[in-house]
C-alpha cells in the first residue's frame, strides 16, 4: 500500500544551520545559543501537541565508559538503560488527529547488531541463564500501540534519532525475500502501511557506506531491499505539526535528529545524544566523579560517546536539545531533556542510581484517528 498522500509534508525549519567545515565548532556553538530564544519563541507559537507519551521496551546493559565517557568513577563496568518508543499525537489544519512513532524498536532484530551479539555471547559462554538475565523485555511496540486502542495502520509517521542497532525490515517491508525473518518466497510486508519514516538522507547514506569504526553498532546488510517509498527524506530540521519537530543534532551519528515537542507541560527534547537528565546537568548530577569532571574541563554536557566521529558536533547538538527543553517541574535544575534510553537503576550495577529519572509520562489524551 502507498503511504497515504493526504498527510501535509513537513515544514523546513530555518532557525538553525547546518554545521560546515567553513566555520568553527566554537563558532557553531554561539551560533545555537544565539539562535534557541527565538526558536522557541516560535515553536512555542506553532500549537501544542495533544499528545505526548513514552513507553519502555527493553532494559538492557551498556558500557560504562560510553554511557558517561570519562566522567563516572564508579567501579561497575556497565549500566542499565531503558529504550523506549514514544508516542505522539496532534491535529492538523484540517482537524485531523496525526500519529508519530519515535524510536519504535524492533528489539528482537536489534540484538543482532554486532555489538550487542558479542556482548551477549560473551556472557552466554559462561552461563546463558545470566546472559539472559542482562535484559528485562517490558512490551513490544505493538503491544503498547494495543494498549493505546491503535492499530499499526493509523502510525502517519515514524522516525528514529539515529540508526544505531535498527533493522526497520519488518517495519517498512522489503523488495525482495528475506529467509532470515520467515519470508522465503515473498517480500516481508511493511507493518506500518500508511506511515512514513522520515529520515536524513545522510544517515541512510552511512548505513549503507559504513565507516569502519561505526559498522559494530549498524545492522547495514538488512538495508539493502527495503521498500524505499516508505521513506520521507528531509535535510533539515522539520515542524511535523502543532508543536512536533524533527530536528537535527548531528553527532552522534551525522544524521542524528531530536524530537521536539511542545507538551501541556512544556518542550521536550529526545535523542540517544545522552542517556540520563544529568548527562544535560551534571553539575548537579550525584553519581560519583560527575560533577567533579564537568566543573574540573568546564563541559556542559556528558556524551554518550559509543562512536565519537563527530564529538565536537554531539556536544552542540546536546546543548542545543538542553537550551531548548524547559526544566522539570518540581527539580528545575535539570531540563526535560528524556533520552530515547534512559540510564535506571539496575541490581547488576549495585551502588548507582540516576539523580533524576524521567521515566513514562501521558501528556495529553491519545485518541484513535477518525
Not at 567501579?75 to 482537524?95: H, K, S, T
Not at 499499526?152 to 526497520?168: E, G, K, R, V
Not at 542517556?275 to 548537579?284: G, K, N, T, V, W
Amino acid at each position: 500500500m502507498t503511504p497515504a498522500a493526504t498527510i501535509t509534508d513537513p515544514v523546513a525549519i530555518e532557525h538553525f544551520a547546518l554545521p560546515t567545515f567553513e566555520t568553527t565548532p566554537a563558532a557553531q556553538l554561539r551560533a545555537i545559543r544565539d539562535a534557541v530564544p527565538g526558536f522557541k519563541e516560535w515553536f512555542r507559537s506553532t500549537g501544542t501537541a495533544s499528545a505526548y507519551a513514552p513507553r519502555s521496551l527493553i532494559t538492557v546493559p551498556y558500557p560504562m565508559k560510553y554511557g558517561f565517557y570519562e566522567a563516572c568513577t564508579a567501579p561497575v563496568p556497565y549500566v542499565w538503560f531503558i529504550n523506549r518508543m514514544f508516542l505522539v499525537q496532534w491535529v492538523d489544519a484540517g482537524g485531523d488527529t496525526r500519529t508519530l512513532l519515535y524510536e519504535p524498536s524492533d528489539y528482537d532484530l536489534g540484538i543482532e547488531t554486532p555489538f550487542f551479539r558479542r556482548e551477549y555471547d560473551k556472557f552466554a559462554r559462561f552461563s546463558k541463564a545470566a546472559a539472559d538475565r542482562l535484559s528485562v523485555e517490558h512490551k513490544r511496540v505493538h503491544e503498547h500501540l494495543a494498549d493505546f486502542g491503535l492499530e499499526p495502520a493509523d502510525i502517519d509517521y515514524i522516525a528514529f534519532d539515529h540508526m544505531h542497532t535498527q533493522d526497520i525490515r519488518r517495519i517498512v517491508g522489503t523488495t525482495e525475500p528475506a529467509p532470515d525473518l520467515g519470508f522465503h518466497s515473498e517480500p516481508v510486508p511493511a507493518a506500518y502501511p500508511n506511515a512514513r519514516v522520515v529520515i536524513a538522507r545522510d544517515e541512510l547514506t552511512h548505513v549503507r557506506d559504513v565507516h569502519p569504526f561505526q559498522q559494530r553498532f549498524f545492522q547495514s546488510g538488512t538495508y539493502d531491499h527495503i521498500r524505499e517509498e516508505q521513506l520521507l527524506f528531509v535535510e533539515r530540521d522539520v515542524l511535523l505539526g502543532p508543536g512536533v519537530a524533527l530536528l537535527r543534532t548531528p553527532g552522534h551519528t551525522l544524521g542524528n535528529f531530536t524530537l521536539t515537542v511542545n507538551t501541556e507541560r512544556g518542550i521536550f527534547t529526545s535523542s540517544e545524544n545522552g542517556i540520563a537528565a544529568e548527562c544535560y546537568a551534571p553539575e548537579h548530577s550525584k553519581l560519583p566523579g560527575v560533577a567533579k569532571w564537568a566543573k574540573q574541563w568546564n563541559y556542559e554536557v556528558v556524551m554518550n560517546f559509543n562512536t565519537p566521529e563527530y564529538a565536537s558536533l554531539q556536544y552542540n547538538s546536546m546543548v542545543k536539545e538542553k537550551l531548548i527543553a524547559d526544566p522539570v517541574p518540581g527539580h528545575e535544575q535539570f531540563p526535560q531533556v528524556l533520552p530515547t534510553s534512559e540510564f535506571t537503576k539496575y541490581w547488576m550495577a549495585p551502588g548507582i542510581k540516576p539523580t533524576y529519572e524521567h521515566g513514562e509520562l501521558t501528556l495529553g489524551t491519545v485518541r484513535r484517528p477518525s
